[in-house]
DNA sequence: CTGCAAAAGCAAGCGGGTTTGCTTTAGGAT
DNA sequence: ATCCTAAAGCAAACCCGCTTGCTTTTGCAG
């Protein structure tokens, strides 16, 4: 049986605490008994769980991404995107949210599928989409948002150029045709 | 003195080409005496010239990332950035040209310099611009050909999802406005 | 409260990546 | 043609990340 609750969970935030911390302070390449350490952690738990690095971070960032920029329900497609877009743009302007971004592309393989992480994000997307359809506003396709909004601010972090302030509502209204 | 040419230029190029070959059949993660076997070159020269596995493969994407899709000389801005965008959506539709760009993200870290290849490509573009310019043609900015073309082509290979053919033709158009 | 088993901790051993001092090779200059 | 030295090769030792069999702890169910 599984056991989701109790010390399992406490070491699994621990162990993500633990290498968001050491992602932030440059420890870039912290091998995992350096990880468990910092988390306090007998590093054979971390071995048996994740099994090595690789997969230690993508859970670590895919989890903690998760928890960030939900796509609010405002009844006005261009406050649900301005919303949502200013959320990335936080998270992009924040050495946290930026060294996750960083370790997710770069764990990820190139295997076929697409990533779990922003299928789900798509699904939200579509969802908003459908309701300004809905209201009669014209809507963009998924593919648009991601183009016109997400790429733009998370290349600007992968490639280390500065994410300005209201990047995100010059980037939606850029997608909207409002000028 | 250093001493480009003949033998260590061999070493060099024998070792980058270890990489890729090992990338590209998915030895994401193969270590520096194996890439050294492959190149048929003793570990201690890669370990002496690059120092660690981080900076050997930031030099082998740099260096081959840089051999492809120039910017052409058309007389039209349009044809200018057709010609670029074409060669740039060719090398992600090629394995090489995804893992390369995906070894660079992954080896970049957070630190504050701007990326030193990206530099060089944006005095290129600014030079195609400020040619049509010159010739009395409206001209975006080239954060703008960033945003527009480079980010959305760029985000679908780092996330995994498909590069169509005609996608660069596609985002040009969007960008200058020719629907 | 008691018992069961999942998950964490412990310790020892293995294997391979990395370092280091030295030798050998071969550009490039005189 | 010869010399000089940067760069590559070699071998041995070291370090450390990882694995494994076992013990201990602790959720959670009855």
């Not at 399992?8 to 050491?22: E, G, K, Q, Y």
């Not at 870039?28 to 971390?46: F, L, Q, R």
Request: charged fraction near 30%; charge should be neutral.
């Amino acid at each position: 049986m599984t056991r989701p609750g109790g010390r399992s969970a406490r070491v699994r935030d621990a162990v993500h605490d633990a290498v968001v911390d050491l992602l932030v302070i440059g420890e870039i390449n912290a091998a995992i008994p350096k990880i468990a350490e910092k988390a306090g952690v007998n590093p054979t738990s971390v071995y048996r769980r994740w099994g090595n690095r690789e997969q230690l971070l993508l859970d670590a960032a895919v989890t903690r991404l998760r928890e960030t920029s939900p796509i609010p329900d405002t009844g006005s497609l261009h406050d649900d995107l301005l919303g949502w877009a200013e959320g990335v743009e936080r998270s992009m302007r924040d050495p946290r949210g930026q060294i996750l971004l960083r370790a997710l592309v770069a764990t990820l393989g190139p295997e076929k599928e697409p990533l779990e992480h922003l299928r789900a994000r798509g699904e939200d997307l579509q969802a908003a989409l459908d309701r300004a359809t809905a209201r009669g506003e014209p809507a963009p396709s998924v593919e648009d948002v991601l183009d016109f909004i997400l790429a733009p601010l998370y290349l600007r972090v992968l490639f280390r150029r500065p994410v300005e302030p209201g990047t995100a509502a010059k980037l939606v209204d850029r997608l909207l045709k409002v000028p």
